[in-house]
């Protein structure tokens, strides 16, 4: 359990959670394949992101609901301004939180073992001896 906690929490950080060393994030919005200091799968088919995407939708929703219910009842704002400032704040946690949620998934997958740790980038130059295995 506490291995598992721990990768999530590495991914979450966006570090590797197979050698704790490397760096997950490509840029601002995508993350690495592989890791760029031991080679582990980050992302086993590239741009395959849903159990990212589902682990924002659900934090981005329960921003929205609590802020939302925040500003209708604890302040002074009106139906519309708390509707729209809701909506930008979940637009703009959901923009900035999306490669931070890909990497918790990354780490939860590498936590319950989907992904093994032992899969490594193919060399470069031999890059076709994966079609031999
Ligand atoms: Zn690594």
Not at 51 to 78: E, Q
Not at 94 to 103: E, I, P
Request: net charge positive.
């Amino acid at each position: 359990m506490w291995r598992f906690l721990t990768t999530l929490v590495m991914g979450l950080r966006l570090i590797c959670p197979a050698c704790r060393r490397g760096r997950m994030a490509r840029t601002f919005y995508t993350i690495h394949q592989y890791c760029p200091a031991c080679g582990a799968v980050l992302d086993r088919d590239h741009g395959e992101v849903t159990g990212g995407m589902a682990i924002n939708m659900v934090l981005t929703s329960i921003l929205g609901l609590v802020a939302g219910i925040y500003g209708l009842f604890f302040t002074g704002f009106g139906f519309a301004a708390v509707t729209t400032g809701t909506a930008v704040l979940a637009a703009l946690f959901g923009l900035v939180f999306h490669r931070h949620a890909c990497g918790a998934w990354v780490g939860f997958l590498h936590g319950t073992g989907a992904i093994s740790e032992r899969r490594r980038r193919p060399s470069s130059f031999w890059s076709f001896g994966v079609l031999l295995r």
